[in-house]
Nanobody, 119 residues
Framework: VQLQASGGGLVQPGGSLRLSCAAS????????MGWYRQAPGKQRELVAA???????NYADSVKGRFTISRDNARNTVTLQMNSLKPEDTAVYYC??????????????WGQGTQVTVSS
């Protein structure tokens, strides 16, 4: 099982970016999918998460600016980030709680993607 993230980059304050992450491999089912971020010198923190049924959870710092969504048929999760601030600068990681075809449940991380918000 692999998670492949894409979509980071450099954007000016107030701008938007869209991150995507696709899970592939021997997947039976995916429970929660989410995005975390880690800024230099800080701990990794949850940004947003979405359950298979669609319920969502956001960090207070991104509520009203970021939107998480998923496509269960394609095993993808997307983070739309609007009104970006310099403090959103971090490496963003996708995460998924996956039940494999062998019925083992594991937590997986994608490779990080850099988001830099700067003028």
């Amino acid at each position: 099982v692999q998670l492949q993230a894409s979509g980071g980059g450099l954007v000016q304050p107030g701008g938007s970016l869209r991150l995507s992450c696709a899970a592939s491999g021997s997947i039976f089912n995916i429970n929660v999918m989410g995005w975390y971020r880690q800024a230099p010198g800080k701990q990794r923190e949850l940004v947003a998460a979405i359950a298979s049924g669609g319920s969502t959870n956001y960090a207070d710092s991104v509520k009203g600016r970021f939107t998480i969504s998923r496509d269960n048929a394609r095993n993808t999760v997307t983070l739309q980030m609007n009104s970006l601030k310099p403090e959103d600068t971090a490496v963003y990681y996708c995460n998924a709680d996956i039940i494999r075809t062998d019925r083992l449940r594991r937590n997986y991380w994608g490779q990080g993607t850099q988001v830099t918000v700067s003028s």
